[in-house]
């Protein structure tokens, strides 16, 4: 009787993108037998975050609002200490070329997602964007800490407050990637890369692993809360 083959298993890891975890994160993907290291990240994206330091990135063909936000991530990122926007995806790319293991971009291409968002986000939708976005250029970094902390203890109040505020925004932010990014790692799963680990955004977590589950992948889950709380100082540490 042939003994039957084990169907794909994804570690799927949700991170902050201006929350510095890389001591948490290469802990989490070392303990676990990997065959390759997937990321929320396509050519355009990868080839700018992953590019030395000093490489010239073009934004041409970026609307306002995607380079707004960009710049609200990095001033977050600095008020609490974090380090770079994306940091958390260079990580994930160094361990993998640390290991020995096959690195793959599994989100949409970016102008995809921008054409998506011009084409269907409603204008009054657009305009509380861009309003939130000013409103988190200028938050006092206790502010920001504050807010970290109540997402790392209630994800599902954000995602709540963000579909209840923007809803065509999470469907094209959210659910239309996590259902293409889910085909993309299901295809790895089932030609030669049994074993990923898969780091996204951590709003992108539940949804992910429900439309991998559906496609037959097992999944294990390991959210932002998690790793923030092995970086966090421990009580007697004051």
């Not at 306002?64 to 790319?93: K, N, P, S, T, Y």
């Not at 993998?96 to 204008?123: M, N, S, W, Y």
């Amino acid at each position: 009787m042939a003994t039957p083959v084990p169907g794909p298993e994804a570690l799927v890891v949700g991170v902050a993108h201006v929350v510095d975890l890389e001591v948490p994160l290469r802990a989490t993907l070392g303990r676990r037998p990997l065959d390759g290291v997937a990321v929320e990240l396509d050519v355009q994206r990868a080839n700018a975050l992953l590019a030395p330091p000093d490489a010239h990135r073009s934004r041409a063909g970026v609307p306002l609002l995607f380079r707004l936000w960009g710049l609200v991530q990095r001033r977050l990122g600095a008020a609490i200490g974090g380090g770079d926007a994306g940091q958390e995806m260079r990580v994930a790319a160094r361990f993998a070329q640390e290991r020995g293991l096959p690195l793959f971009l599994v989100d949409d291409p970016i102008q995809v997602t921008i054409a998506t968002f011009v084409r269907t986000i409603p204008f009054q939708e657009r305009v509380g964007l861009l309003a939130a976005a000013v409103v988190g250029l200028f938050l006092p970094a206790r502010v920001v800490e504050g807010e970290v902390d109540r997402y790392a203890d209630h994800p599902e109040e954000f995602a709540a407050e963000l579909r209840a505020a923007s809803p065509a925004l999470a469907h094209v932010l959210i659910d239309v990637r996590n259902e293409h990014m889910a085909d993309r790692i299901a295809a790895l799963g089932r030609s030669g890369v049994p074993r990923i680990a898969v780091v996204v955004g951590d709003a992108h977590l539940p949804g992910l692993a429900a439309a991998l589950r559906a496609r037959q992948v097992t999944v294990e889950t390991v959210p932002f809360r998690e790793l923030r709380r092995a970086t966090a100082p421990s009580p007697s540490s004051g």
